[in-house]
């Protein structure tokens, strides 16, 4: 149309004189004609020419719909809006929609040729992104619903489906990576796709569609899957696809849950496995080791695949604690590992990589449920490392008190701490008495001593054992001194958990420094003055109790290596009559040899029943102050109510059974702290 | 009310003497003081001249005249109704109040007494404090709290035996054959009454191990339901 002033000012006279509808339906009605003639051409377009040509009209029409509205001014600006019509601009584009867009054929070959497009870019083909984008374009100019009804919907509807089979396809063919890794492709091109030909408003709703029928649907398929599925990955640390995984699956409902709780439950059945193990449970310090190791290789997943999400570290964390407690002799085990630790472990370690240690047993220390226990054995072992003055480094075994105390208080360390005074105490005594009574000393034995505050340190009470002529002198010598600083003082010679080193010539004239028990020592020095001893015999003459007699016989004439003494007859068994002799044909390669035994060991079983013994008769008063301290402050509380406070008030310590609980209940009422509400049997009453 | 009573054959009156007798009934006096004093003379018919107190034996005598076995629930009864505290004794008071409330001043009305005794006994309002008494009463050292389980046993059948006899035929069963009680204290005891009038049974279906029954009776229910198996 070729646009003349002549135009304009027909057009503007018209509307002046009132011809305004006149110049309007005629606009219409040419316009529409004139569409109507397009609409076929394009209609008429062969193959690939049928996107072009519509897209060349519809330039042109854009173009002339310019010039319309800059001659149609006028009009547009009066009479339209007065008359309440369409402004130009906009019918041109209705028309064009209504006549050319909306004819029957041309409607559904648009939707079909644009979609057979992407269709074909989705299989790998190069398609032309310039004239989709202008088409698409063009519907969002026609309007957004245009956009919608011709186009997205049904877009969306096809690629539902096209995902549909595809991923179909790829579960049937590939392993969880792969198809992973073609999920996460996938997502990327649509999202390209969007960016350069389709509308922003359809990326979400695309990239819904990817993740509903690439992932959603395949969700537990995709985990479970055998050999290659989310437990094989944490198996083989596979990061890669781990990150992939937890990336994709956390843009889907209920994704991660999946993820997380396949993870605790792998988790929770490999601990379980390695609790369970007996061959496991004969080597503590390789099972807390192996635990730690566990632990590691979790963590490393989630900081490194799982960005970290605290939802994980807590699944893991509560994974762990479940385990951990299935093992009754865990307390008992992280305290061994701890003991060898700080007994040659970490020995020639740098400080930081010693505080790494530590805190990673704290970790585990944190799992426990029955802390208690745990304290038990680490006095014992303390006791054990700090007698023997089997330590790696002061420092190490300080830091860890401290950071014992941070994680329970004063109370869980003060004997702990206890034990360490008495130790710097004992050391300054030994100084004191060496330098007042050194000199007369002289030829005597090398005597020193540790001073044991009886409360601080592990309670084993020891009869009194006769201790050989050769060392009683210096030891009273040591008593009388001790005394005279601290009148009104006791003391009593621990014979079960002293060592001493005796200096023994055999048969050939070889000589041994041997390292032995206090025990040790009384019997082997019998043999200086007797050639052939019964175990009753021995008995009588060092009062030791016949059980701790028989195992350090045993010890000192039925081990390899260790064979001091000979015994007659040669059983594996000790008979009270049995005889013993001085092995005069001992031989060993190494000057000292090391017979006692003060270190730490896995408890044997009746131990260990002894030991749980204890620990569950110190936890009844425990309970008991606990249910007196909350029906204190309630005065009246119901069961379940009291269960409940009693659990939260012991459970940095231990975890009660209800049942036991209960029964402290009743005795409390046997003894009138607590009564029975007579009204409500389910309540119970502080009686004060 | 009747005046006078025959006394019966076969009883020992030694400290009043017919004529002291009649000199009461002729006297005008309250019915209610010859009342007391025909009470507190059948008292004396009974009691230990030395202590005082009607002792086991006089109890064994008193048993004899009111035709009732010494072992009978009846006795434990009166007791409950003197509010006796010693096992085995009836003091004065105790023997007063208990005769006065059933308005029995001779052998032949307290025997008549029993029955009507024995209902009020059993109405629920008084049964439960009955029950805790009877228990109570077997206390005989000063800070006892607990009866052993034999004793326990025939108390239990005693007094809840016609009540809930298959609960305490199995209860005493439980208790006889178990290792962890060698007492029942009262808690425990109040314990098992209220488990009768509420749990059913044989179901047991609403019982409940969290709540706050004693745990005597948690595993008393569980050796139930093993043996049901």
Same mark, same amino acid.
């Given at each position: 149309?070729?646009?003349?002033?002549?135009?304009?000012?027909?057009?503007?006279?018209?509307?002046?004189?009132?011809?305004?509808?006149?110049?309007?339906?005629?606009?219409?009605?040419?316009?529409?004609?004139?569409?109507?003639?397009?609409?076929?051409?394009?209609?008429?377009?062969?193959?690939?020419?049928?996107?072009?040509?519509?897209?060349?009209?519809?330039?042109?029409?854009?173009?002339?719909?310019?010039?319309?509205?800059?001659?149609?001014?006028?009009?547009?600006?009066?009479?339209?809006?007065?008359?309440?019509?369409?402004?130009?601009?906009?019918?041109?584009?209705?028309?064009?929609?209504?006549?050319? $867009?909306?004819?029957?054929?041309?409607?559904?070959?648009?939707?079909?040729?644009?979609?057979?497009?992407?269709?074909?870019?989705?299989?790998?083909?190069? $398609?032309?992104?310039?004239?989709?984008?202008?088409?698409?374009?063009?519907?969002?100019?026609?309007?957004?619903?245009?956009?919608?009804?011709?186009?997205?919907?049904?877009?969306?509807?096809?690629?539902?489906?096209?995902?549909?089979?595809?991923?179909?396809?790829?579960?049937?063919?590939?392993?969880?990576?792969?198809?992973?890794?073609?999920?996460?492709?996938?997502?990327?091109?649509?999202?390209?796709?969007?960016?350069?030909?389709?509308?922003?408003?359809?990326?979400?709703?695309?990239?819904?569609?990817?993740?509903?029928?690439?992932?959603?649907?395949?969700?537990?398929?995709?985990?479970?899957?055998?050999?290659?599925?989310?437990?094989?990955?944490?198996?083989?640390?596979?990061?890669?696809?781990?990150?992939?995984?937890?990336?994709?699956?956390?843009?889907?409902?209920?994704?991660?849950?999946?993820?997380?709780?396949?993870?605790?439950?792998?988790?929770?059945?490999?601990?379980?496995?390695?609790?369970?193990?007996?061959?496991?449970?004969?080597?503590?310090?390789?099972?807390?080791?192996?635990?730690?190791?566990?632990?590691?290789?979790?963590?490393?997943?989630?900081?490194?695949?799982?960005?970290?999400?605290?939802?994980?570290?807590?699944?893991?964390?509560?994974?762990?604690?479940?385990?951990?407690?299935?093992?009754?002799?865990?307390?008992?085990?992280?305290?061994?590992?701890?003991?060898?630790?700080?007994?040659?472990?970490?020995?020639?370690?740098?400080?930081?990589?010693?505080?790494?240690?530590?805190?990673?047993?704290?970790?585990?220390?944190?799992?426990?449920?029955?802390?208690?226990?745990?304290?038990?054995?680490?006095?014992?072992?303390?006791?054990?490392?700090?007698?023997?003055?089997?330590?790696?480094?002061?420092?190490?075994?300080?830091?860890?008190?401290?950071?014992?105390?941070?994680?329970?208080?004063?109370?869980?360390?003060?004997?702990?701490?206890?034990?360490?005074?008495?130790?710097?105490?004992?050391?300054?005594?030994?100084?004191?008495?060496?330098?007042?009574?050194?000199?007369?000393?002289?030829?005597?034995?090398?005597?020193?001593?540790?001073?044991?505050?009886?409360?601080?340190?592990?309670?084993?009470?020891?009869?009194?054992?006769?201790?050989?002529?050769?060392?009683?002198?210096?030891?009273?010598?040591?008593?009388?001194?001790?005394?005279?600083?601290?009148?009104?003082?006791?003391?009593?010679?621990?014979?079960?958990?002293?060592?001493?080193?005796?200096?023994?010539?055999?048969?050939?004239?070889?000589?041994?420094?041997?390292?032995?028990?206090?025990?040790?020592?009384?019997?082997?020095?019998?043999?200086?003055?007797?050639?052939?001893?019964?175990?009753?015999? $021995?008995?009588?003459?060092?009062?030791?109790?016949?059980?701790?007699?028989?195992?350090?016989?045993?010890?000192?004439?039925?081990?390899?290596?260790?064979?001091?003494?000979?015994?007659?007859?040669?059983?594996?068994?000790?008979?009270?009559?049995?005889?013993?002799?001085?092995?005069?044909?001992?031989?060993?390669?190494?000057?000292?040899?090391?017979?006692?035994?003060?270190?730490?060991?896995?408890?044997?079983?009746?131990?260990?029943?002894?030991?749980?013994?204890?620990?569950?008769?110190?936890?009844?008063?425990?309970?008991?102050?606990?249910?007196?301290?909350?029906?204190?402050?309630?005065?009246?509380?119901?069961?379940?109510?009291?269960?409940?406070?009693?659990?939260?008030?012991?459970?940095?310590?231990?975890?009660?059974?209800?049942?036991?609980?209960?029964?402290? $209940?009743?005795?409390?009422?046997?003894?009138?702290?607590?009564?029975?509400?007579?009204?409500?049997?389910?309540?119970?009453?502080?009686?004060? | 009310?009747?005046?006078?009573?025959?006394?019966?054959?076969?009883?020992?009156?030694?400290?009043?003497?017919?004529?002291?007798?009649?000199? /009461?009934?002729?006297?005008?006096?309250?019915?209610?003081?010859?009342?007391?004093?025909?009470?507190?003379?059948? /008292?004396?018919?009974?009691?230990?001249?030395?202590?005082?107190?009607?002792?086991?034996?006089?109890?064994?005598?008193?048993?004899?005249?009111?035709?009732?076995?010494?072992?009978?629930?009846?006795?434990?009864?009166?007791?409950?109704?003197?509010?006796?505290?010693?096992?085995?004794?009836?003091?004065?008071?105790?023997?007063?109040?208990?005769?006065?409330?059933?308005?029995?001043?001779?052998?032949?009305?307290?025997?008549?007494?029993?029955?009507?005794?024995?209902?009020?006994?059993?109405?629920?309002?008084? /049964?439960?404090?009955?029950?805790?008494?009877? /228990?109570?009463?077997?206390?005989?050292?000063?800070?006892?709290?607990?009866?052993?389980?034999?004793?326990?046993?025939?108390?239990?059948?005693?007094?809840?035996?016609?009540?809930?006899?298959?609960?305490?035929?199995?209860?005493?069963?439980?208790?006889?054959?178990?290792?962890?009680?060698?007492?029942?204290?009262?808690?425990?005891?109040?314990?098992?009454?209220?488990?009768?009038?509420?749990?059913?049974?044989?179901?047991?279906?609403?019982?409940?191990?969290?709540?706050?029954?004693?745990?005597?009776?948690?595993?008393?229910?569980?050796?139930?339901?093993?043996?049901?198996?």
């Amino acid at each position: 149309m070729q646009v003349t002033l002549g135009c304009l000012r027909n057009a503007y006279n018209m509307v002046l004189q009132k011809f305004g509808e006149k110049l309007y339906s005629g606009l219409v009605t040419t316009m529409t004609s004139h569409l109507r003639q397009i609409s076929q051409s394009i209609e008429s377009a062969q193959g690939e020419i049928f996107l072009e040509e519509l897209n060349r009209k519809w330039v042109e029409h854009n173009k002339a719909l310019l010039m319309i509205r800059d001659i149609l001014m006028y009009m547009d600006r009066t009479f339209v809006p007065s008359s309440r019509k369409t402004p130009v601009h906009e019918l041109g584009l209705n028309l064009w929609r209504d006549v050319v $867009i909306h004819s029957n054929k041309t409607q559904s070959r648009l939707l079909d040729t644009l979609i057979d497009l992407v269709l074909k870019e989705r299989n790998g083909e190069v $398609i032309n992104r310039g004239l989709m984008r202008n088409l698409i374009k063009m519907l969002m100019d026609l309007g957004l619903s245009v956009y919608q009804n011709d186009f997205e919907k049904h877009f969306i509807e096809v690629s539902k489906d096209f995902y549909c089979c595809e991923s179909q396809k790829f579960i049937e063919s590939c392993n969880c990576g792969d198809y992973l890794k073609k999920a996460e492709r996938r997502l990327n091109e649509e999202m390209e796709r969007v960016s350069h030909y389709l509308d922003p408003s359809s990326e979400s709703k695309i990239i819904k569609v990817v993740e509903t029928e690439m992932i959603e649907n395949h969700m537990h398929t995709l985990v479970h899957m055998e050999n290659s599925g989310l437990v094989s990955m944490f198996v083989d640390d596979k990061y890669e696809d781990l990150e992939r995984i937890y990336n994709l699956f956390r843009r889907v409902p209920s994704g991660l849950t999946i993820v997380k709780d396949v993870m605790t439950s792998f988790i929770r059945d490999t601990g379980k496995q390695l609790i369970m193990d007996p061959e496991r449970l004969k080597d503590p310090v390789d099972f807390v080791q192996r635990l730690l190791d566990l632990k590691d290789k979790y963590d490393k997943a989630i900081t490194l695949a799982f960005n970290n999400d605290k939802t994980f570290q807590n699944a893991l964390n509560s994974a762990f604690e479940y385990f951990i407690n299935l093992n009754a002799r865990s307390p008992e085990f992280i305290s061994l590992f701890v003991d060898d630790k700080l007994r040659r472990g970490l020995k020639g370690v740098g400080e930081e990589d010693v505080e790494i240690v530590l805190d990673k047993v704290m970790m585990l220390f944190r799992y426990l449920q029955e802390k208690d226990m745990f304290e038990k054995y680490y006095k014992q072992h303390l006791a054990k490392r700090l007698l023997s003055g089997k330590t790696v480094s002061d420092e190490a075994e300080r830091s860890l008190i401290v950071k014992l105390k941070t994680e329970c208080g004063y109370q869980f360390t003060s004997k702990l701490e206890g034990m360490f005074t008495d130790m710097k105490t004992s050391y300054d005594m030994m100084q004191g008495f060496l330098a007042c009574h050194g000199a007369e000393l002289g030829d005597s034995p090398t005597l020193s001593v540790q001073v044991l505050t009886t409360g601080s340190w592990p309670t084993q009470s020891s009869p009194q054992c006769n201790l050989p002529s050769e060392i009683l002198g210096v030891c009273e010598k040591f008593r009388s001194y001790y005394l005279g600083a601290h009148s009104g003082r006791r003391l009593s010679w621990q014979a079960n958990m002293g060592n001493a080193d005796l200096k023994a010539t055999f048969g050939k004239g070889q000589k041994h420094e041997l390292n032995v028990s206090t025990y040790q020592m009384c019997v082997l020095m019998l043999f200086n003055n007797a050639d052939r001893l019964s175990c009753k015999e $021995i008995e009588q003459a060092t009062a030791i109790p016949m059980p701790d007699l028989k195992r350090c016989l045993q010890s000192l004439a039925l081990v390899k290596g260790k064979n001091v003494l000979r015994k007659e007859p040669m059983s594996k068994d000790i008979a009270e009559d049995d005889a013993f002799f001085f092995n005069d044909k001992f031989t060993s390669k190494l000057f000292k040899v090391k017979i006692g035994t003060v270190v730490a060991q896995r408890e044997s079983e009746p131990e260990n029943i002894e030991t749980r013994q204890r620990v569950e008769e110190d936890r009844k008063p425990q309970i008991e102050a606990a249910i007196v301290r909350v029906m204190k402050s309630r005065k009246i509380l119901e069961h379940n109510n009291i269960i409940a406070e009693v659990t939260k008030q012991l459970q940095a310590r231990f975890l009660p059974n209800p049942v036991v609980i209960k029964k402290r $209940i009743e005795s409390l009422i046997e003894r009138e702290f607590l009564e029975r509400d007579k009204v409500d049997r389910k309540m119970y009453r502080y009686l004060a | 009310m009747r005046r006078g009573s025959s006394k019966k054959s076969g009883q020992s009156n030694p400290s009043v003497n017919s004529s002291a007798a009649d000199l /009461f009934r002729s006297a005008s006096s309250k019915a209610n003081s010859k009342e007391l004093e025909r009470i507190d003379s059948l /008292f004396y018919t009974y009691a230990n001249g030395s202590s005082g107190l009607i002792d086991p034996e006089g109890i064994e005598a008193l048993c004899a005249d009111i035709e009732v076995d010494h072992t009978d629930l009846r006795i434990l009864m009166l007791a409950w109704k003197m509010k006796a505290e010693e096992q085995g004794y009836f003091t004065l008071d105790e023997w007063r109040r208990g005769l006065k409330a059933l308005r029995a001043d001779t052998v032949s009305k307290l025997k008549k007494a029993l029955p009507d005794l024995e209902k009020e006994v059993r109405r629920p309002s008084n /049964f439960s404090d009955f029950y805790s008494y009877a /228990f109570q009463y077997c206390l005989t050292e000063e800070k006892q709290k607990s009866i052993d389980i034999e004793s326990i046993c025939e108390l239990l059948t005693l007094v809840l035996g016609s009540t809930f006899p298959t609960q305490v035929n199995l209860f005493v069963e439980y208790l006889k054959n178990q290792n962890d009680y060698k007492v029942v204290n009262m808690d425990q005891w109040m314990g098992f009454f209220r488990f009768c009038n509420e749990i059913s049974f044989p179901s047991l279906s609403d019982y409940d191990p969290e709540l706050a029954w004693p745990l005597v009776l948690d595993n008393f229910v569980e050796w139930l339901r093993e043996k049901q198996k």
